[in-house]
Every structure is written in C-alpha cells, then in structure tokens.
C-alpha cells in the first residue's frame, strides 16, 4: 500500500521486515508493531531513534489500516517508494561481459505471482529482474514485496517499454528461453541450453495467456514442463502450473550447470 502523499510504500511481514533492517535498515523512515513483536525490533528501534526516525507500538487493526493487509504479522515498516530504473544498453552488456543470467516478466499481473518470482530468483542467485511498462504488469508491492519474503533485497528490477524490442537488442548476446505450452523441448532440456559463454534470459508470461506472439517469435528457445514420469493413465484438472511455480522449475533446472 502506497502513501502518495508521502511518496511512501508500506512493507509488511516479519521476516520481510527483518531481511529489510539487515539489509537495508536505513530505507526505513516508520516503523509500527505491535506487543507480541516488539522486543524483536528493539535494535530496529535503536537505529531509528539514532537517525531520528519514527516508531511505535499499536494494535494490529491499526497496523491492517497502514499496510492495506491483514498479513501484516504484527509489523509495518514505511519506506521511500522503490524507483524502477529503466534498462539501457549498458546494463545488458555488463550481464553479458559478466554472465549474469536474467528474468523477462511479460505482463504478470499478481502481485503475489511478482513476489513469488522474486523470491525464487533471489533462491537461486538471479538477481536481474525486467518488466514491461504495461498496465498488465503489477509492479512493486506492498503485497509483492511481503510475499518475496527479503527476496527484494537481493535482486534489481529493470522496466522497459517493449519487451519485443528488449528481445531483439539481446538476440546473439544472452539465451533467450521462453515459455510455451506447444513447446516441444522441455524444461529439464534447460541444461543443455546453459553452460556456454552466453548468459540466459528467462521469459515468463502472463498468468492467462502466457508470452504474447511476438515475443515467442524473439525467443531462441521455448520450453514447456512436462508431465514426464507421470502414470499413463494420469489425468489432471489443469494443463498448466501457477506462472511462480513455473519459475521455481525453471530456474533450478538452468541452475543445475
């Protein structure tokens, strides 16, 4: 939940609180909690009072009225709201000099999707994130940034104005590794794809549509995760896993190599 008057953004959630005060403490400019939590905050507090910071102990319904949540477990730091620095050449060419692989995000539109995908990006060390400037895309989050549970602190997180073009700058320079339920490789095949001098792209697309056409048409590679292993006889309800449990599949299996 946004403060626009203020400019700020709430977090909440104890272990997104905690990652943020190891982390980046000096974001916080507020800090409310309640009773039960209090004596785990007292070195935050510390700091606070240091830096002439804010905090206060209140009741955890006033606690849901600053964070938009009821998953608030008993915490609400306030930070400056996160500026998204636009990606530019010279940041894809120090991955590519460096082989930091990346995540494209194409249109999610949950915000705790987005988180979800933070979280296990950081998991796994990929610590560049890129998403569209489209109304489909969510953004950063008070919810986002509670279900990446410190995953935002690890990680940067790029927006461009098309993904097509984005693509098409990188083509040559990094893997570009695309989701699609036609595909005919697989996600385990990710391994094959990695370990050579390029760094990787990953593509994921939106939850109902997945990658839009013209971004398929810019990827090297589109993979699908298969039911490989599965009984023959197995019939499931759905065709497809949840966009962020996708990228837990694919993201261990490019970080097998």
Known sequence: MK???KNELAVCGFA???KLEKNHPEKITRLYFTEEVAPKFGGLCKKLAKNHGIYNQKPAV???KLCGSVHHQ???AMIEAPKIEQLD????DSWVENHENAVLLDRIG???NFGAIIRSAAFFGIKNIVIPMDEAQTSITTSSYRVAEGGMEYVNIYYVNSTARLLEALKGKMIRVGTDLQATKKASDLGKMVGGEKPVLIVLGNEEHGISDIVKKNCDELV???WDGMAENYDSAVDSLNVAQASSILFYEMMKK
Not at 89 to 92: G, P, V
């Open 74 to 76: 008993g915490v609400v």
């Open 62 to 64: 006033e606690l849901e």
């Open 89 to 92: 050449s010279d940041i894809t």
């Open 110 to 112: 949950n915000a705790n």
């Open 3 to 5: 403060n626009k008057q």
């Open 16 to 18: 997104t609180v905690k």
């Open 224 to 226: 699908i995760i298969p």
